[in-house]
C-alpha cells in the first residue's frame, strides 16, 4: 500500500505567514525565504528523503551525491511550485509567462464539442494551468477530479484571497457520486482532468512498468477512459526557468476497453517528461516499494 494518505502538509498560520511574505517582498524574497524552509524539511522528513533518494538513485541512475544534492533541490523546486500557485492565484500571474507545446489538441476537443478526458500528474504544476488557459477558453468547460485532502481550513482562506475561476472541481465521494458528475461533464461536450499517478488506500490499482520498475496506478481514470470511448490527452505543466511554464499535451493511442494498454501509454508519457524535468516528481512516498523491502 502506498503511504500517501491524501493529506499535504502545512498549517494556516504557515500560510499565512508565507502569503505575507509574498505579497509585501514579492516572488524573489520568498523565493529566497524558502531556501531555509526547505532546509527544515530536509531534517526532519527522513522517510520522504530515503524515497526521493531511491528515485534519483534508483529510477534515474544518478550517483549517491547527486542523489543527495537533488533532494533539497527537488523540495526546493515543489516549494517554488507552491509559491507561484500562491502568487498566480492571488493576481500575480503578469509576472509569469507560459509556451505550449501540442495545445491544439486541447483545442481540437473543445471544437469538437464530444468530451473528452485529460490525464495529468503529480509533477509540476498543472492545477494552476487554468489560470493561462482561461485567456484561451471558456474554462467551465473544463472540470478537475480532485479529492480536495487539504485542511479545511487552509482551503477556505485560500479561496478568500484568490482570484474567483471559473474552472469546476468534481470532488471524489465515498459514495461515488462523483461518478455521475463526470459523466454529466462528458455528456455535455466538457473536459474531465484526473491526476493518474497516486491512488487512495484501499481503492483499486493496475500495475505497469514506470522508470525501470513495477509500480502500483490508480485504475479509475484508465478504467473509465477506456470504456468511455472517449478521446484521451495526457497533459502536464511544468515549471521552467525565470517564472515560465510549458504546457504539454499529446494524445493517447490505444483500443477500447484497454485499460493496461491506456496506462502503459500514461508511463511513457511520464518518463519523457521526467526526462526534461527530473526534479518535477512529487510523489514523496514510497511510491515504488523500495523502501518497504529494505
Same mark, same amino acid.
Given at each position: 500500500m502506498a503511504e500517501w494518505e491524501g493529506k499535504s502538509r502545512g498549517t494556516l498560520l504557515g500560510y499565512k505567514i508565507y502569503i505575507f511574505f509574498l505579497r509585501?517582498?514579492?516572488?524573489?524574497? !520568498? $523565493?529566497?525565504?524558502?531556501?531555509? +524552509?526547505?532546509? $527544515?524539511?530536509?531534517l526532519f522528513s527522513p522517510r520522504s528523503n530515503k524515497d526521493t533518494y531511491y528515485?534519483?538513485?534508483?529510477? &534515474?541512475?544518478? @550517483?549517491?551525491?547527486? @542523489?543527495?544534492? *537533488?533532494?533539497?533541490? !527537488?523540495?526546493?523546486?515543489?516549494g517554488q511550485t507552491l509559491t507561484d500557485k500562491i502568487a498566480i492565484s492571488t493576481g500575480l500571474k503578469d509576472k509569469f509567462t507560459y509556451a505550449h507545446n501540442g495545445i491544439e489538441h486541447i483545442d481540437n476537443l473543445l =471544437?469538437?464539442? =464530444?468530451?473528452?478526458?485529460l490525464i495529468s500528474g503529480h509533477i509540476g504544476n498543472f492545477e494552476i494551468s487554468h489560470y493561462f488557459l482561461e485567456d484561451r477558453y471558456s474554462i467551465s468547460k473544463i472540470s478537475m477530479v480532485t479529492t480536495m485532502a487539504e485542511h479545511a481550513n487552509i482551503q477556505e482562506y485560500m479561496e478568500r484571497i484568490s482570484?474567483? !475561476? &471559473?474552472?469546476?472541481f468534481i470532488v471524489v465521494q465515498e459514495d461515488m457520486s462523483h461518478i455521475f458528475e463526470i459523466h454529466k461533464a462528458i455528456d455535455e461536450g466538457g473536459?474531465? +482532468?484526473?491526476?493518474?499517478?497516486?491512488y487512495m488506500p484501499g481503492s483499486? +490499482?493496475? *500495475?505497469?512498468?514506470?522508470?525501470?520498475? #513495477?509500480?502500483?496506478? /490508480?485504475?479509475?481514470?484508465?478504467?473509465? #477512459? !477506456?470504456?468511455?470511448?472517449? /478521446?484521451?490527452?495526457?497533459? $502536464?505543466?511544468?515549471?521552467?526557468?525565470?517564472?515560465?511554464?510549458?504546457?504539454?499535451?499529446?494524445?493517447?493511442?490505444?483500443? #477500447?476497453?484497454?485499460?493496461?494498454?491506456?496506462?502503459k501509454e500514461y508511463t511513457n508519457s511520464m518518463e519523457e517528461i521526467l526526462?526534461? $524535468?527530473p526534479l518535477q516528481w512529487f510523489n514523496y512516498y514510497d511510491f515504488w516499494k523500495d523502501r518497504a523491502k529494505q
Open positions: 509585501n517582498f514579492g516572488i524573489g524574497t !520568498s $523565493y529566497l525565504v524558502l531556501r531555509f +524552509v526547505i532546509f $527544515y524539511y530536509v528515485y534519483f538513485r534508483k529510477r &534515474h541512475q544518478l @550517483s549517491r551525491y547527486k @542523489s543527495v544534492i *537533488n533532494i533539497y533541490k !527537488s523540495y526546493y523546486t515543489f =471544437q469538437k464539442n =464530444q468530451g473528452g478526458i482570484m474567483k !475561476s &471559473h474552472l469546476k473536459l474531465v +482532468v484526473f491526476t493518474g499517478d497516486r483499486k +490499482v493496475l *500495475n505497469e512498468i514506470f522508470l525501470g520498475k #513495477a509500480a502500483s496506478f /490508480p485504475a479509475g481514470p484508465y478504467v473509465l #477512459a !477506456s470504456r468511455l470511448k472517449m /478521446p484521451v490527452l495526457f497533459v $502536464y505543466f511544468m515549471k521552467g526557468k525565470n517564472r515560465k511554464y510549458d504546457l504539454y499535451a499529446t494524445t493517447a493511442e490505444f483500443k #477500447a476497453r484497454d485499460a493496461q494498454g491506456l496506462l526526462k526534461k $524535468y
